[in-house]
């Protein structure tokens, strides 16, 4: 099995910074795509930013410009780097992958337990 692990978020005001990881761990054969999504109370789990192996990315058009993802191949590791915060960013952010482990022969999508960013106005 693969194990998705955030950390970073917490409380900061708009226009600040926080930093994302999520280490993945396990057994790990190969990890394809990774990537960031968020939940706010009330609303859908919506995709931020996605990452590939090879390290081309893709952002929501609210993020652009503000948040950068990056990933540590060697450490199983993505982050997400966010600026300029907004209040209407405030959700549980998830980190997802997609990873195969040694003891299976197909891909399979794999979810952190979330982290809470709250951006004060």
């Known amino acids: 099995q693969v194990q998705l692990v955030e950390s970073g978020g917490g409380l900061v005001q708009a226009g600040g910074s926080l930093r994302l990881s999520c280490a993945a761990s396990g057994s790990i054969f190969s990890i394809n795509g990774m990537g960031w999504y968020r939940q706010a109370p009330g609303k859908q789990r919506e995709l931020v930013a996605t990452?590939?192996?090879?390290?081309?990315?893709g952002y929501a058009d609210s993020v652009k410009g503000r948040f950068t993802i990056s990933r540590d191949n060697a450490k199983n590791t993505v982050y997400l780097q966010m600026n300029s915060l907004k209040p209407e960013d405030t959700a549980v952010y998830y980190c997802?992958?997609?990873?195969?482990?040694?003891?299976?022969?197909?891909?399979?999508?794999?979810w952190g337990q979330g982290t809470q960013v709250t951006v004060s106005s």
């Open positions: 997802n992958a997609d990873a195969k482990s040694r003891y299976s022969s197909n891909f399979r999508n794999y």
């Open positions: 990452i590939l192996s090879g390290g081309s990315t």
